[in-house]
């Protein structure tokens, strides 16, 4: 139960006049002080989060902007340390982006470009939030702005994903262990050959809740991966695809620029498959989320029904997937 503060609001007006947009609180602990970052933006001038400390969640002393941007408003500002790094996301109107840097002196210093959080459009991921578990871990769970027209509902939100700081620098995205508990019936393939621009009809999908691995071997392969069929009326296949060449990562319309480190020389999908959603994660480095009423099913989700199945992919040359498994997933 909550009882709200008979001063509320604690922070009766924004700092200064010329700000549009004043919300999104986000706040964490360090040592015997409170802080919160909030989203604005300075009017003709561009996007900004703004800085408070507060001994008590009562009392709030302004520090000033902790960044300023040429983006809209800097909605849903997250801003906590990974490692020796800090990282700052923002949802600019636009698609989700973070960058990692430095904090000193109450200001955020990026030390690397902004980068897209998820792969995905700005109605696909948008406005996540994240929290800080007893493990230790910062847990992510971003918006899907999915429904089908006419409906009672609109939006879901994708899976948890574990942020980290990789040992190369780089921020690392994975779905959280834990959902491994959610695993039903199993099947396995392994050392799968793929002749070139001939995709390989691997098995039915018994379910259109799923979570799917598969790891491919990209030799001299211009593009791999996997293509999710079903016959279902409306809907039509679902690839999920790399490119080696042009260094992205695709699934349906929605697409961005991952590549393969050196010294990978493999690509790891993790694919959780959920009637309307679909959520791809590579090498443990990016998200793609991707949802609507594309899917087809009747009423915007992929009909469990006849005429599913998984298909493998090679093209410019052959291929080799060295596993595959998937498992229908139980509910969460």
Not at 12 to 19: E, I, Q, S
Request: glycine share 14%; net charge negative.
């Amino acid at each position: 139960s909550w009882t709200k503060h008979p001063a509320n609001p604690v922070i009766p007006t924004p700092p200064r006049r010329d700000l549009e947009g004043f919300r999104d609180p986000f706040c964490w602990r360090e040592g015997e002080s409170w802080y919160m970052v909030l989203g604005s933006g300075i009017v003709g001038s561009g996007g900004c989060v703004l800085l408070y400390r507060s001994a008590d969640l009562r009392e709030w002393s302004y520090l000033g902007p902790l960044l300023q941007g040429d983006t809209g408003v800097m909605e849903c500002p997250n801003f906590f340390p990974l490692g020796d790094r800090w990282l700052l996301c923002v949802s600019p109107f636009a698609q989700v982006v973070y960058a990692l840097g430095d904090f000193t002196e109450h200001r955020f210093h990026p030390g690397t470009e902004w980068l897209p959080m998820d792969l995905g459009d700005r109605e696909d991921f948008y406005a996540p939030n994240c929290m800080l578990d007893p493990q230790g871990r910062w847990i992510q769970w971003g918006w899907v702005q999915v429904g089908p027209p006419g409906a009672s509902w609109r939006g879901v939100l994708t899976l948890p994903r574990v942020l980290s700081l990789r040992t190369d620098g780089q921020l690392g995205i994975e779905p959280l262990p834990e959902l491994a508990r959610l695993r039903g019936r199993h099947q396995r393939w392994q050392n799968i050959s793929l002749a070139s621009d001939a995709p390989r009809i691997l098995a039915d999908l018994p379910s259109n809740t799923l979570e799917i691995c598969a790891e491919f071997e990209i030799g001299g392969a211009r593009e791999v991966g996997l293509v999710l069929g079903h016959s279902s009326p409306g809907g039509r296949p679902v690839p999920v695809a790399y490119d080696h060449e042009a260094g992205r990562l695709s699934c349906v319309e929605r697409s961005g620029a991952f590549r393969v480190l050196p010294g990978e020389g493999r690509l790891q999908l993790r694919i959780f498959l959920d009637r309307s959603v679909v959520e791809v994660y590579a090498n443990g480095r990016v998200a793609l989320t991707a949802g609507g009423d594309w899917l087809g099913g009747g009423e915007g989700t992929l009909e469990s029904g006849g005429g599913r199945s998984v298909a493998l992919l090679s093209r410019g040359a052959e291929g080799l997937a060295s596993a595959v498994e998937v498992w229908e997933m139980g509910s969460i």
